[in-house]
């Protein structure tokens, strides 16, 4: 019917004069064409989209478009980008399981610089989202994109890439390769009614790349929590 109520919430513009907060109230003013009377913030800065609704952080995929980073596959990006974040903290091998298998708190600021200043991971993270329909069966897309990130940035993105086209195709594999022993425990977890936690995927996965490229055979799959956590090669 046209009548606002002055709520205390503020439209955002922030210093580049991108609106930030806001987006339905100015459309739905524009929708029947009557005046909204409301205050205005001008020049916060672009970050600060990232706490905003009441002080819940975003999640960091939506922190990424918010803060004007055009990035495909954001969301992946994003979980990718955290588990290198979490691995890169922790040196030691033994550190590491309780690390990425917890909430350890990495801030979507911090998951936005991290992708701004390694964009080799972030090719490789995007290489492996481009590949999200035919991996569906296996799922784990942002775990396998943490490692073909990596990878990227190590400047193995040739042996990345082998690797992952055999984990996504599954052809003519070995009965010794380490890739067909991951896709089998992959798709064995992804038709199981108990799930593994994400801790043994990210294992499993560094085992399989570590036999990979060491060009070690692999019958099994295997890793428990008081093992120490893989060390990615080379």
Do not use: C
């Amino acid at each position: 019917e046209g009548r606002w109520i002055v709520d205390g919430e503020t439209i955002i513009l922030d210093r580049d004069g991108l609106l930030r907060n806001g987006h339905h109230r100015l459309e739905a003013a524009l929708a029947i064409s009557k005046p909204l009377r409301t205050a205005i913030a001008i020049g916060v800065d672009p970050l600060a989209v990232l706490v905003m609704d009441g002080g819940l952080a975003r999640n960091a995929g939506d922190a990424l478009k918010f803060a004007g980073r055009e990035l495909p596959y954001a969301t992946v990006l994003a979980a990718a980008a955290r588990a290198e974040i979490v691995y890169s903290k922790f040196p030691v091998a033994g550190q590491r399981t309780g690390a990425l298998g917890s909430l350890v708190h990495i801030d979507n600021a911090e998951i936005i610089a991290f992708l701004d200043n390694h964009p080799d991971f972030a090719a490789g993270v995007v290489k492996t989202a481009a590949n999200k329909t035919r991996l569906g069966p296996l799922g784990h897309v942002s775990t396998l994109g943490f490692l073909i990130g990596h990878l990227y940035q190590a400047q193995q993105a040739t042996m990345a890439d082998l690797f992952l086209d055999q984990v996504v195709k599954g052809d003519g594999l070995a009965a010794s390769s380490p890739v067909l022993a991951l896709r089998n425990k992959l798709l064995a977890d992804r038709h199981s009614s108990k799930k593994l936690p994400e801790i043994h995927i990210v294992a499993f996965m560094l085992k399989a790349w570590n036999a990979f490229w060491m060009e070690k055979p692999m019958l099994v799959l295997r890793w428990q929590p008081d093992e120490p956590f893989p060390q990615i090669l080379p």
